[in-house]
């Protein structure tokens, strides 16, 4: 029996993947360097920052000491976007609210820094039915590695069958996978509604 629902964000409960694109990218381009959008799908997608910025030196040279002002500006790069262009959407405040209200206990698990996630939560309006999140900052190993999924069941105090995990990305769908729980796999935020959620949490049941 499903008894609750984890959340990635970027991508699921927050359409913000070209947000994190674009603002590592106009800070990486002050520095003459830049990740293409094939890059992006079929490597980076879903990475932490600090990951991407190692991969980016080993694979195109990015000097190590540049990694620390990248990734602040990357930063607040992001948190502008996330003030200009966060706000409530109703189909999930729809589907959270009415999860919660049936008894379904809710949390969110991001790769993206605890700022962030504290901050898009907020502005989205849907910190108020979690029971809590984690970010990249709370585990010593981000996605792929399930991690941040098996320390969020086990602060649940539940079991991996116990549990479903929405996911949009191939890090964050491993990471789930690894974990044990069940998976719900999505390719936009959009397709994070209740309708679709409860289907889930229907065939996940039906196949335990």
């Known amino acids: 029996m499903i008894k609750a629902v ?21 800070a990486l381009r002050l520095f003459g360097y830049e990740i ?23 694979e ?28 409530p959407k109703f189909v999930h405040q729809y589907a959270l609210s009415r999860l919660k209200r049936e008894g379904y206990r809710l ?15 907020n502005r989205s309006d849907l910190m108020q039915y979690l029971e809590f999140y984690l970010s990249n900052q709370d585990v010593s190993k981000p996605k792929p590695d399930p991690e941040i999924y098996t320390v969020s069941i086990e602060r649940l105090g539940l079991k991996p069958e116990e549990c479903l995990i929405v996911e949009d990305n191939f890090n964050g769908i491993m990471a789930a996978e690894r974990s044990g729980a069940h998976v719900m796999k999505v390719e936009t935020v959009y397709d994070v509604n209740y309708d679709n959620i409860r289907r889930a949490i229907a065939e996940a049941e039906k196949g335990a």
């Open 6 to 26: 984890i959340f990635d964000m970027d991508g699921v409960l927050i359409d913000a993947k070209e947000w994190h694109y674009e603002a590592l990218n106009k």
């Open 36 to 58: 293409s959008r094939q890059e992006h799908l079929q490597t980076y997608d879903g990475l932490p920052t600090r990951k991407k910025l190692e991969m980016l030196t080993l």
């Open 60 to 87: 195109k040279g990015l000097p190590a000491k540049l990694h620390p002002f990248i990734n602040d500006l990357k930063q607040q790069y992001t948190i502008d976007r996330v003030y200009a262009d966060c706000y």
């Open 107 to 121: 949390a969110c698990a991001s790769n993206s820094i605890r700022l962030s996630v504290e901050l898009m939560m």
